[in-house]
């Protein structure tokens, strides 16, 4: 009867942040769209400051729109509602755009991205666009979100037979001995990332795990303290 309970209170509260997320996308659609078109002088001319602050509006609110994404996707993982669109798919090429989109923050913090795969014939996987893309995003904004400035990222991709190896490896804090039990944990972060990184959910590690897991795929880490961070993934290559 207690796990009846349970099991209610629990599918209660999926529900619940499934409906507030839902309600929150229309809003902040509609405030990136007017956003937009301030920024772009389709109201009037604005001048370059006001431009400068307006572009920093928009930046938070792609950060509030990126977090009530995450929370769809948990409430939708945690309700088994997540649905998988497999497509044949090559991960160097996944690499290659999300490593333009993240261009901008890397070379902000004069972070040396190195993709060491760039070229390399490998073959396809059966992946969810959308879903491996976000995988890829979340580790990656990771190195260098949390890596000192003027910091070292390496990402690499190997066809290892039986599945495609994905790493980043980073040359940032490192995750204390006891906090790696915690990492992939929904909304953990480790005090000691808080500390240097005000900004973040906890979520992206936790988001990662399950799409990774629902390819088919494993996802792990090595790290120490003040040593850097790697983080894995594989993507099993589909049998002929
Ligand atoms: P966040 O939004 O906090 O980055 P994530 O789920 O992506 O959430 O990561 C969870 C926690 O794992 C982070 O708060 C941080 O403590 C740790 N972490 C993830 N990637 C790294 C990294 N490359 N270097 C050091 N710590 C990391």
Redesign the pocket.
Known sequence: EVNKRLKEIDSNRTEFVSIVAHQLRTPLAGIKWTLDMLINGDIGEMTLEQKAQLMKILDTNERIIRFVTDLLSISRIESGRLEYKFTPVNLNQIAESVLLDIYPISNKKQITVNFRAKGISIPEVAADTDKIMAVFQ??L???V???PVGGHVTLDIRNKGSEIQVS?A?D????PKD?QKN??KRF???P???KM?S??????????KAIVEGHGGKIW?E?EANR??T?YFTVPIPKK
């Not at 940032?172 to 995750?175: K, L, Q, R, V």
């Open positions: 979340n580790v904004e990771n190195a979100k949390y890596c980043v980073d940032g804090p490192g995750i906090e990492i992939f953990y972060r480790a000691s990332a808080v990184q900004e973040g959910s906890g979520l992206g590690l936790y988001l990662a880490f790290s850097g961070s983080f």
